[in-house]
């Protein structure tokens, strides 16, 4: 990387508890959902009905989730989120360090952490490849809430959304033709990616454009039609409309036109974790087999795969 003199970069991911247990849970729930960028409710009556109602209820059952899918390191996002630090800091030669918006280590620790290591220049790249204020801009909050106790700011890159820089989509198609090598091309591939709120398209947020534009980007460079491949949204939350077509409707309306045989891969991730490995991969493969279904292929998320840090490099670049 050419003049790349205390330069650095910090990659930034949504969060994770720090155990699988109904205290940490409620903890990292309570931040997360105290985030107006995430609900934006009247903080009077939201509130009451978070602490009151759903971190009580919530946060015994996403603990036993957690407890499914947890790794010796960690939670598989923490896991393969310091993998992606540790194999980026390796090919570019520069101080990378990694930041959550929410739990630890925090977006404060890692800017910290950086300047400490010299950098001047920071690069931020949060991995969320489809910008949404609900978890993007989140992230812009947090730099600028670390920046208040900074007494000299680094320059620094925000890299906004990456949704279709050819590299990512590069990536994507490897790993979903990697995945057929191994264990067959199922009758359609279904890109299912989380959600948020219809109102907040409708009042300006870029996500579902972003979303389509990956979709069809992919279906480009693996050169399929609409009839083999299509996009879902998963991980609805609350009684209000979100973005449709909801994954659990597409996965019924593929069963009733005769997909036996279905790949599931999840485009909005850049690891592996909760909505992918318990949502996705149990939930919805047990619904899917329910409904008729036979078999259902999830293709893991890009992870610390070389195509990813290979990415990951070129957007720094």
């Known amino acids: 990387m050419e003049n790349n003199q205390n330069k650095g970069v910090l990659l930034v ?3 994770t508890p720090d155990a699988p247990t109904a205290q940490s849970v409620r903890r990292f729930l309570s931040q997360f959902l105290h985030d ?36 010796e390191g960690g939670s598989p996002l923490l896991v393969h989120s310091k993998n992606q630090v540790d194999k ?32 001047e220049h920071l690069i931020i790249l949060p991995l969320y490849p489809q910008y949404s204020a609900t978890t993007t801009a989140a992230v812009s909050d947090a730099v600028f809430r670390a920046f208040k106790t900074v007494k000299t700011i680094p320059t620094y890159h925000f890299v ?43 009042n300006g947020d870029i996500y579902p454009q972003h979303c389509e534009q990956t979709t069809q980007l992919l279906a480009q460079e693996l050169g ?60 919805y493969k047990d619904l899917f087999i329910q409904i008729g279904g036979q078999q259902f292929n999830y293709i893991p998320c890009l992870n610390d795969s070389d195509e990813h840090i290979d990415m990951m490099e070129q957007l720094v670049k």
């Open 36 to 71: 107006k960028r995430v609900v934006n409710m009247n903080r009077l009556l939201w509130c009451p009905i978070l602490h009151g109602v759903i971190l009580p209820l919530r946060s015994p059952k996403v603990a036993k989730s957690y407890q499914s899918i947890w790794m």
């Open 88 to 119: 980026l800091e390796s090919k570019l030669g520069l101080p990378v360090e990694l930041g959550m918006t929410y739990g630890v280590p925090s977006i404060a620790s890692g800017i910290d952490k950086l300047i400490a290591r010299g950098v």
């Open 13 to 15: 991911n949504l969060g």
């Open 224 to 283: 399929l039609d609409e009839n083999q491949m299509g996009m879902a949204y998963q991980s609805r939350f609350g009684r209000e409309e979100w973005l449709k077509p909801y994954t659990d409707d597409v996965l019924k309306a593929l069963t009733e036109k005769g997909v036996m045989n279905l790949d599931v891969i999840a485009p909005a991730f850049s690891v592996d974790c909760l909505e992918t490995l318990e949502e996705i991969s149990a939930q």
């Open 160 to 202: 906004r959304d990456y949704c279709t820089s050819p590299s990512y989509i590069k990536a994507l198609a490897a790993s979903v033709r990697k995945h057929w090598q191994t264990n067959g091309k199922g009758d359609y591939l279904l890109c299912s990616y989380h959600g948020i709120p219809k109102r907040l398209a409708d």
